[in-house]
């Protein structure tokens, strides 16, 4: 298993000639994980020749700063799950500095509503920043398969109306859990 911090060696390792065709799969996560990642990622080990983990607590899709700042943090054991599973997985944690180089900003995006309402209607500007994170994810692995949780489901529509809208060519994939807790 390995561990990246900079997107430069990411990308650097993925376009090594032994990875360059392969099929990839990404699971986008902040960390924590629990049974309901882990189902995503086994679904991407099945499915993918390589599957990389995202670990990145994304700051501009949080509305209230307290909230950024208790939101755990738990790479060794994240890390060790993962080793359980597979050790063939790659993890991508960066820090916030290397995914907003030029300072925090978020993407403008229409999803025609439907980030203004339900949850978004209490959280503004909070679908706009998982957008913006997921784009920046999905353009620098280029995946063939993205796994998102079922239970964040307004999430889920609003990351395929992204991949829709910037015409990513990344299949959206979602598994159903009962334990999928967030
Ligand atoms: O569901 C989450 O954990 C996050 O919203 C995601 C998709 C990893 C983006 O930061």
């Known amino acids: 298993m390995?561990?990246?911090?900079?997107?430069?060696?990411?990308?650097?390792?993925?376009?090594?000639?032994?990875?360059?065709?392969?099929?990839?799969?990404?699971?986008p996560t902040m960390g924590a994980l629990h049974f309901g990642h882990l189902a995503l990622v086994r679904a991407s080990l099945a499915q993918n020749e390589l599957t990389i983990v995202s670990i990145f607590v994304n700051p501009?899709?949080?509305?209230?700063?307290?909230?950024?700042?208790?939101?755990?943090?738990?790479?060794?054991?994240?890390?060790?799950?993962?080793q359980e599973i597979s050790d063939q997985i790659l993890i991508f944690n960066p820090a916030v500095s290397e995914m907003y180089p030029d300072g925090l900003s978020t993407n403008t995006y229409n999803f025609g509503g439907l980030e203004h309402v339900m949850e978004g209607e209490f959280r503004p500007g909070h679908f706009a920043g998982v957008a913006t994170i997921v784009e920046a994810f999905l353009q620098l692995v280029q995946p063939k398969h993205a796994y998102f949780g079922e239970k964040d489901f307004q999430q889920l529509q609003i990351v395929k109306k992204l991949v829709a809208l910037k015409k990513i060519p990344t299949t959206i994939e979602t598994r159903f859990s009962y334990e999928f807790e967030k």
């Not at 990246?4 to 699971?27: A, M, Y």
């Open 2 to 27: 390995r561990i990246f911090h900079f997107k430069k060696d990411l990308q650097t390792h993925l376009n090594t000639v032994n990875n360059r065709h392969k099929r990839i799969g990404l699971v």
């Open 60 to 82: 501009v899709q949080f509305n209230k700063q307290e909230d950024l700042l208790k939101y755990p943090k738990t790479l060794e054991r994240d890390n060790n799950l993962l």
